[in-house]
C-alpha cells in the first residue's frame, strides 16, 4: 500500500522540484546562478531554470545603483533601463531631501514618504537602504555626500563581499551536506524502492521515513545556521526556513534557499566580478568605465556628475582589486563583422561604416579596434 501511495505522490514531487528551480527577475533585478557547482550566468526579465542542483548557487541583487547626491535623491523614471539609459540625467527624477518627510521599508521597496519610492531585489535589502536614507535626512548636504561616496565604495568593495561569501560557505557546510544526501535519497534511493517488481515491501516505508526523518535534520541544520548567519550579518532567511519546512524540493535547495539574498547591499558590476568568468566581465566593466564618464560629463545638475565622477573613481580601485589594467578594459574589443565601423560601449554593438549612433542607446559609437576594416 505504501510503495502504491508512494510511487502516485514520486512524478509530483519530481515537478515541484523543477517548480521550485523557476526563477524570475523582474526589471528592478538581476540574478547570478551557478550551473552544477562551476560556471555563472546572469540573467533578468523572464522565468528560467536555475541553480538545479544542491550544490549550485542563486544570488539576487538590485539592477541599479543607489544614484544621489548631497542635495537628491535619483529615482530611475523608465520602465526599462538598459543600454546608456542608467547614464542619462533625464531617464531619472530627482528628489530632492528637502521633500523627504520620512523613509519606511515596506516588503521589497523604500517609501520615501510620499514623494516616491525605490525598489529593492529582496525585503532585506529594503530595509537596510531606508535605515541608511533615513539616517542622511537630518544631515548638511555635505556631510550627506561624503556618507553617499562611503556607502557607495562599500557596495563596490569586492574583498568585503569575498569575505561574506566565504562566511556563508563555511556556515552553510553541514546544512550542503545534508541536503545534498536528501536529493540522492529522493531521486535516487526511493525510486529504486518504489519502482522495481521484485522490491521487498518493506523497502518502500524504510525508504520514505528515511526521507521524512532527514528532511526534519535539514530543517533543523538550516534554522540553526540561519540565526548563526543573521547573527554575523551574513545572510538572512526571508521566508527560506518557511519553505523547507513544507517543501520537500526546497529542503532539497536549502543552501540555495538561504543564500538568495547574500549579496544584498552589493552593486552588480562587484557581484559580476566576483562570480562571472573574465571573458564575461570585461564587456560589463567596459561599459560601467564607459557609463560613468559619459554621466560625469554630460549631467545637467552638479550633484548628479559629482556622483558619477566618485564612482568613476571606485571603479578604477575595483580593477586593481581584479588585477586589470584600466586601458586593456577600455580597449576596443575583436571586430566581430568585417568591415567593422564602430561599436557601442554600453550594450556592446558593433555597426557598420556609415552609422554614428548606436540605434538602441542614441549615444555615439566608438571607432573598432586597430587593425580592422572601416
Known amino acids: 500500500m505504501v510503495q502504491v501511495l508512494l510511487r502516485d505522490l514520486f512524478p509530483f514531487v519530481a ?17 547570478f546562478c551557478s550551473w552544477f557547482d562551476h560556471r555563472y550566468s546572469r540573467f533578468a526579465g523572464r522565468p528560467r531554470l536555475a541553480a538545479p542542483l544542491p550544490l549550485d548557487r542563486l544570488f539576487t541583487v538590485s539592477h ?26 533625464e531617464q531619472w527624477t530627482a528628489l530632492p531631501f ?34 541608511f536614507l533615513g539616517g542622511l535626512l537630518a544631515l548638511d548636504p555635505g ?10 565604495e562599500l557596495c563596490l568593495d569586492l574583498e568585503r563581499l569575498r569575505a561574506r561569501r ?11 551536506a545534508a541536503s545534498c544526501l536528501l536529493f540522492g535519497l529522493v531521486f535516487f534511493a526511493l525510486p529504486l524502492a518504489i519502482y ?18 532527514l528532511w526534519a535534520v535539514t530543517l533543523g541544520a538550516a534554522v540553526r545556521i ?23 524540493p526546497s529542503a532539497m535547495r536549502a543552501v540555495v ?40 560629463s554630460h549631467g545637467a545638475s552638479a550633484g548628479w556628475r559629482r556622483y558619477w565622477s566618485e564612482r568613476r573613481r571606485v571603479l578604477g580601485v575595483l580593477l586593481a582589486q581584479l588585477d586589470l589594467r584600466e586601458q586593456d578594459v577600455l580597449s576596443p574589443p575583436p571586430p566581430r563583422t568585417l568591415p567593422a565601423g564602430g561599436y557601442c560601449p554600453f550594450c556592446d554593438s558593433e555597426f557598420l561604416p556609415g552609422l554614428e549612433t548606436c540605434a538602441d542607446c542614441g549615444t555615439p559609437l566608438l571607432p573598432p579596434a586597430a587593425g580592422a576594416s572601416s
Open 15 to 31: 515537478a515541484l522540484y523543477l517548480i521550485d528551480c523557476l526563477a524570475y527577475a523582474d526589471r528592478s533585478q538581476q540574478l
Open 64 to 89: 541599479l545603483p543607489l544614484v544621489a547626491s548631497g542635495e537628491a535623491i535619483f529615482l530611475p523614471a523608465a520602465r526599462q533601463m538598459g543600454g546608456a539609459a542608467p547614464y542619462r540625467e
Open 143 to 152: 556631510e550627506r555626500e561624503r556618507r553617499i561616496a562611503a556607502h557607495g
Open 166 to 176: 566565504t562566511a556563508f560557505e563555511r556556515e552553510v557546510a553541514p546544512l550542503l
Open 98 to 131: 528637502a521633500q523627504i518627510a520620512a523613509v519606511a521599508s515596506e516588503e521589497k521597496e523604500v517609501r520615501l514618504g510620499a514623494a516616491g519610492r525605490l525598489k529593492c531585489a529582496s525585503a532585506a535589502e529594503a530595509e537596510e537602504l531606508a535605515a
Open 257 to 296: 534557499h538561504l543564500g538568495r539574498g547574500l549579496m544584498r547591499g552589493f552593486d552588480p558590476l562587484v557581484v559580476a566580478a566576483a562570480l562571472l568568468p573574465r571573458a564575461r566581465l570585461i564587456p560589463l566593466l567596459r561599459s560601467g568605465l564607459h557609463g560613468a564618464s559619459f554621466a560625469a
Open 196 to 213: 522495481p517488481a521484485l522490491s521487498p515491501p518493506w523497502l518502500a516505508p524504510l525508504a520514505a521515513s528515511a526521507v521524512i526523518l
Open 226 to 248: 540561519a540565526r548563526r548567519l543573521r547573527a554575523q550579518q551574513v545572510a538572512r532567511s526571508e521566508g527560506a526556513l518557511l519553505a523547507i519546512g513544507f517543501s520537500l
